[in-house]
Nanobody, 115 residues
Framework: QVQLVESGGGSVQAGGSLRLSCRAS??????LGWYRQFPGKQRDLVAS???????AYADYLKARFSISRDDHQNTIYLQMDSLKPEDTAVYYC???????????WGQGTQVTVSS
């Protein structure tokens, strides 16, 4: 069974940094990425990385956020720098699997940025 386990969330002051981790297991993954969700809003793409190493970002986050991958450990990371209070959200790991149309999600990790 596919499992996505996130870590690294927490509280940080504006201008600080956090590094999120997502350990993926149970399948060969076509795409792994990060979404975030504000209260009362839908989940929006932050960044993703494909099996071939192609990355995609929300344009307004590209300068501050960076996604990377450790294939041997089936882990992706989200480096978040210059954090702003408006980055406060629940961040979710997301996966697409070869041969399936189902979206897989982690439990989410809270990121809180104080001014």
């Amino acid at each position: 069974q596919v499992q996505l386990v996130e870590s690294g969330g927490g509280s940080v002051q504006a201008g600080g940094s956090l590094r999120l981790s997502c350990r993926a297991s149970g399948s060969r993954f076509r795409v792994l990425g990060w979404y975030r969700q504000f209260p009362g809003k839908q989940r929006d793409l932050v960044a993703s990385i494909s099996r071939d190493g192609n990355t995609a970002y929300a344009d307004y986050l590209k300068a501050r956020f960076s996604i990377s991958r450790d294939d041997h450990q089936n882990t992706i990371y989200l480096q978040m720098d210059s954090l702003k209070p408006e980055d406060t959200a629940v961040y979710y790991c997301h996966a697409l699997v070869y041969g399936r149309s189902t979206d897989y999600w982690g439990q989410g990790t809270q990121v809180t940025v104080s001014s």
